[in-house]
């Protein structure tokens, strides 16, 4: 998911097929329903998942609000055949669209989208690349819309610094230590957002997970 055609698959070095296991190791029942709170999904609201993967957030929430139109954008067509079997299953309608992040816009529509979400995303991305998904990011949303963001962040003590480790081994430390510094927050203001907030820190086996939340201006 960069400016390139190029793009880090899911759990990096590790196989496609591990990539929900290891994900359950960061908690992700606590922080996707954290995301989802902060969505807040509604009638009708139009949600972009930046970044969907094997599907787990756009399911989700789908199932929130079965209402909402639920897009999720991701470049691995292997692990959108695994969203839609998911989606199948739990009996969840989402969209699911093949595309690079930094093209979200031009998939979904400028000013389109009530909520844009991402997850897991981020920190896997080299810095040109977090800068121009985020600017798709902001012009995907309408005037007024939210964005909500769950990923690595800042790595504030020596035992979330090790377990991070983890992560680094798997995404390489260059694309990956500006997010353990701390990084996002300012580049989200940077890409035009308002309001930018860490709402939630949650403390996992991988390191700490940030949960962010921001507005485009009305």
């Known amino acids: 998911m960069t400016p390139t055609d190029t793009f880090t698959p899911a759990a990096g070095r590790f196989a496609l097929g ?4 290891i994900v359950s190791l ?4 606590l922080w996707r329903s954290l995301v989802a709170m902060h969505v807040a999904p509604r009638p009708d609201d139009v ?19 079965p209402r909402a139109t639920v897009i999720g954008v991701d470049p691995d067509p292997a692990v959108l055949r695994l969203a839609r079997r998911k989606a199948a299953a739990a009996g969840a ?22 909520t844009v979400v ?12 977090k800068q121009a998904i985020l600017a798709a990011m ?18 504030r003590t020596a035992a979330m610094r090790l377990a991070f480790r983890i992560v680094q081994f798997a ?21 035009g957002f308002e309001g930018v907030r860490e709402t939630e820190t949650v403390a996992t ?14």
């Open 18 to 21: 591990l990539y929900d296991p």
């Open 26 to 29: 960061t908690r992700e029942r």
């Open 47 to 65: 949600i972009v998942d930046v970044g969907c993967g094997t599907g787990s957030l756009a399911v989700l929430l789908g199932r929130a609000e």
């Open 93 to 114: 309608a989402p969209d699911f669209r093949t595309g690079m992040g930094d093209a979200v816009a031009d998939l979904v529509g400028d000013g389109t989208a009530d």
């Open 118 to 129: 991402s997850s897991l995303v981020l920190h896997q991305c080299p810095l040109p690349a």
């Open 138 to 155: 902001h012009r995907t949303l309408r005037p007024g819309g939210k964005l909500v963001i769950a990923d690595f962040g800042r790595q």
């Open 171 to 191: 995404d390489g430390k260059e694309d990956t230590q500006p997010n353990a510094d701390g990084i996002l927050p300012r580049l989200i203001a940077e890409a």
């Open 205 to 218: 086996v991988t390191g700490s997970l940030s949960l962010y939340t921001a507005r485009r201006a009305a």
